[in-house]
Antibody, heavy 123, light 109 residues
């Protein structure tokens, strides 16, 4: 079964760090660009980061650039997001998503999503 | 870059059709073919309905259709059904990242 499953969310104090993970199954992870998308409470979806199929290229939203790091392990079928210097407005549900396109380049079209993991930044 | 602009809410009766608009700029919708639409029921994973402005993934009902003109796109739901009640998001590739609309809450009366 084709699936994405996020984990690692929790409550963390402002300024601290957290790592969220995405376990993938049912498809060849190494073929696809992968993303993190988040949703703040009561708000819409926000693109956070993308990593190329081979892990060589990463791009970030301005709101998280320099604080978050996306990575992948194609051998372990996982994608991760390291969240540093967390702020209250980083609170939300973090979704892992797959690009519809195989191989190089990315389209910003998400054909497979997980159910998300909740990150709460609060003192 | 600012988010794409969608109406906050629309409503319709079962069987009716409704259209959700999505306004962008020449730097996003107007520049790239990668406009997509998602259906999101609270607590669930978002679902891709339309990609490249008008294409439907396998398994998505043909009651959902999309179009694009200039810097704007739209999603039409035909034959509205109770299970269509959800939040709908448009999204456009914007040159590295993606921009989402603020979401439109569809209510089936």
């Amino acid at each position: 079964q084709v699936r994405l499953e996020e984990s690692g969310g929790g409550v963390v104090q402002p300024g601290r760090s957290l790592r969220v993970s995405c376990a993938t199954s049912g498809f060849v992870l190494s073929s696809f660009p992968m993303y993190w998308v988040r949703q703040a409470p009561g708000k819409g979806l926000e693109w956070v980061a993308v990593i190329s199929f081979d892990g060589r290229n990463q791009y970030y939203a301005d709101s998280v650039k320099g604080r978050f790091t996306i990575s992948r392990d194609n051998d372990k079928d996982t994608v991760e997001l390291r969240l540093n210097s967390l702020r209250a407005n980083d609170t939300g549900v973090y979704f892992c998503a797959r690009d519809i396109r195989v191989g190089s380049g990315h389209t910003g079209t998400f054909d497979l999503w997980g159910h998300g993991t909740v990150v709460t930044v609060s003192s | 870059q600012s988010a794409l602009t969608q109406p906050a809410s629309v409503s319709g009766s079962p069987g009716q059709s409704l259209t959700i608009s999505c306004a962008g700029t020449r730097s996003d919708i107007g520049e790239y073919p990668f406009v997509s639409w998602y259906q999101h029921h609270p607590g669930q994973a978002p679902k891709l309905l339309i990609f490249e402005a008008f294409k439907r993934p396998s398994g998505v009902s043909d009651r959902f259709s999309g179009s694009k003109s200039g810097n704007a796109a739209s999603l039409t739901i035909s034959g509205l059904q109770p299970e269509d009640e959800a939040v709908y998001y448009c999204c456009s590739y914007a040159g590295v990242g993606s921009l989402f609309g603020g979401g439109t809450k569809v209510t089936v009366l």
